[in-house]
């Protein structure tokens, strides 16, 4: 050893960090391959599937052709929009109340913590207690089970992010309204809301995409059915419910090709749907560009 | 991503606005917000309603079960709706294993992309992937349990499976776990698939994390000379860490009790093999499979004490990603 500082090579060091950039690298990129294989797949597959025929008919037999899925197609559409008319007014409330009046309050931290447990909750324990409630109580699978069980999964989405976008808007605009001498829900329903308000669409179209894609709470809540009594004066919810996610589960695993691939067809429907609501909200809240 | 904690600087503002405005208040009271607030807080408690109401609807329901297998029911393997015999011992295990071969597959990858996206990338590129990852995590999970099923399991059976046995299989101790029919479905495909799915997730909230370590700390470490991996190893992880392990038992919770994905590529046998190569089952993939046919009480009830198994589960892990993001947050005093 000399006795002279001898400044270190900097060779091992950049050696290491350039074998950890391409690590890093090479892992993104095959995790992303990966991920963009799985989206390659379904536009393919589902894309041979979809004719009009898939949109209008009513299912059909194993090797009949010419069947659709309109009941399903359907049934998605009016359980998610159940669950979104009921889980809207009740989310905004429970956001109001985190964001505007209960801040810092014991209730406001048990909301918080049980919002944040329910949103990490299995979506399949969610459709156990729907069962509980309401299949064991009356008797039957219906679509009343399967929209509240996807209303449970909503709630709490909605309530965090309206709490977040009412947070979000600056006090010196509740203080000049409430100095014009609003009352506190005026000012927050005529001035916070139009101030937060493509935050809190955002939010709502975030968790109608979460709720779309659902299966697992459906599969013994709303069950499914071949048929459709939308035109009952209760659009037929009091019975097993058709709709698109648990039809995709019944199809794939069926050993009928027809069905698999009318199952493709009905994953693309979704996902196309999800990713549309997806990037609607994720447009609205864009920041402006300057 | 889904937990998004501010700062909160209003509570005061607030309070000395509402005083500003007293003498009229007091003048005219607002019977209208009275209301208001009460509703509002009444919504507000429907949300630890509903969570104490499913974990005792379960306790409920799982009574039967319960009261005839005892503890029993925790250790025991067997598994048959026939002579009525339950145990969800096997469930439990296959929980555990694949959420575990899912973890082993999402923790590095989510964060090397992470380091890709903040470190790497040129900002255009970073964010156009980021966003496409942020996608992809809306991407339902019965697709990925298809083409699990229809795509992976056929690839599996035919190269990797019989690659892995060949190589690995021999290997003492270690090799027992490439053991197995080399049929595509069982507990190694299920692991897999489920870390592709929870992959988008960890990977944005592992982003959003290391985003969130400020600039300057960072730039000082690079002005003294250090390299991009020595700045991520000696500075961005250490100082994210709580919301790291936040992050990836966010991801954990989600692993747990994923149905679908699963479901389609775990095989599906109440039976407990060391060998990944077999079928298994989990907890939420029984739930899937036969809780619409289950008829007798005794079957339904177990099959819920499942479900309040996983219940209890994802509690316990929510409760510690919540805590360590929170100590992350109050740490940094910053909003995310």
């Known amino acids: 050893m000399s006795a002279t500082m001898k400044p270190r090579r900097p ?45 209008t008919n009513m299912p059909t037999p194993p090797g009949v052709p010419g069947g659709g899925l309109f009941n399903a197609i359907g049934g998605t559409l009016i359980l998610t929009l159940l669950a979104t008319a009921a889980a809207v007014p009740l989310g905004l409330l429970s956001g109001i109340f985190l964001a505007e009046f209960g801040q810092d309050s014991r209730v406001a931290d048990h909301s918080r913590f049980a919002a944040n447990v329910l949103m990490g909750m299995p979506s399949i324990i969610v459709g156990v207690f729907a069962y509980a409630v309401l299949v064991v109580t009356l008797g039957n699978f219906s679509g009343y089970a399967g929209a509240f069980a996807l209303f449970i999964i909503m709630l709490p989405v909605i309530s965090r992010t309206t709490e977040d976008m009412l947070r979000l808007v600056p006090n010196t605009l509740r203080e000049a309204a409430l100095a014009l001498g609003f009352p506190r829900w005026r000012v927050t329903l005529s001035i916070v809301f139009r101030a937060a308000k493509s935050g809190l669409l955002t939010g709502i179209l975030l968790a109608v995409a979460r709720v779309s894609g659902e299966t697992a709470p459906l599969l013994f809540t709303a069950l499914n059915s071949p048929f459709q ?62 | 991503m889904e937990l998004r904690l501010k700062p909160r600087v209003y ?121 496409l990852v942020e996608l992809l995590a809306a991407i339902p999970s019965i697709i990925y349990g298809m083409w699990g099923m229809f795509v992976f399991a056929p690839l599996m059976a035919q190269y990797v499976q019989p690659f892995l046995h060949t190589y690995l299989g021999w290997l003492p101790g270690l090799g027992l776990l490439f053991q197995g029919p080399p049929m595509g479905l069982g507990m190694l495909t299920a692991g897999l698939i489920l870390g592709f799915m929870v992959l988008p997730f960890t990977c944005a909230i592992t982003r959003d994390v290391f985003q969130m370590v400020p600039p300057v700390v960072k730039e000082s470490a690079y002005g003294l000379g250090a390299t991009t991996w020595e700045v991520t190893t000696k500075v961005t992880i250490p100082y994210g860490l709580v919301g790291i392990i936040g992050a990836f038992f966010l991801g954990l919770g989600r692993a747990l009790g994923e149905t679908m994905a ?75």
Not at chain 2, 59 to 77: D, M, N, Q, T
Not at chain 2, 279 to 297: H, K, M, Q, V, Y
Not at chain 2, 320 to 334: F, T
Request: net charge positive; hydrophobic share 55%; aromatic share 12%.
């Open chain 1, 11 to 55: 060779w091992g060091r950049k050696a290491v960090n350039l074998a950890v950039a391409a690590g890093a690298v090479l892992a993104a990129a095959s995790g992303i391959a990966v991920l963009f294989w799985i989206m390659i797949t379904v536009l393919l597959r589902g894309w041979a599937a979809l004719n009009l025929d898939f949109f």
């Open chain 2, 11 to 131: 509570p005061e503002t607030t309070a000395t606005a509402r005083e500003s405005v007293a003498p009229a208040a007091k003048a005219k009271p607002y019977r209208g917000d009275l209301y208001f607030k009460w509703l509002s807080a009444v919504a507000a408690l429907v949300l630890p309603l509903i969570m104490v109401a499913i974990g005792l609807e379960l306790l409920y329901y799982s009574f039967p079960a319960l009261r005839k297998f005892g503890l029993h029911f925790f250790v025991s393997e067997e598994w048959n709706p026939v002579t009525q015999q339950f145990g969800a011992l096997s469930s439990i295990y296959g929980t555990l294993v694949s959420t575990a071969l899912a973890m082993l597959l999402a923790v590095p990858f989510s964060l090397a992309i992470a380091l890709f996206l903040v470190e790497l990338a040129p900002p255009r590129i970073s964010r156009i992937v980021g966003t």
């Open chain 2, 262 to 336: 699963v479901t389609f590529v775990i095989g599906n046998s109440h039976k407990i093999s060391l060998g990944l190569f077999y079928p298994g089952n989990s907890i939420a993939s029984s739930l899937a499979n036969e809780f619409a046919e289950a008829t007798e009480l005794l079957y339904v009830s177990s099959l819920i004490c499942l479900g309040l198994v996983l219940f209890v589960m994802t509690y316990v892990v929510q409760v510690i990603s919540q805590m360590m993001l929170k100590r992350m947050y109050r740490a940094w005093s910053v909003g995310l």
């Open chain 1, 229 to 290: 009594h939308f035109l009952t004066w209760n659009l037929g919810l009091d019975q097993p419910y058709p709709n698109l996610t648990v039809t995709i589960f019944n199809y794939a695993m069926s050993p009928y090709p027809d069905w698999q691939t009318k199952a493709w067809g009905a994953s693309l429907l979704i996902t196309v749907g999800i990713l549309v609501l997806t990037l609607l909200g994720r447009w609205l809240i864009r920041e402006p560009k300057v």
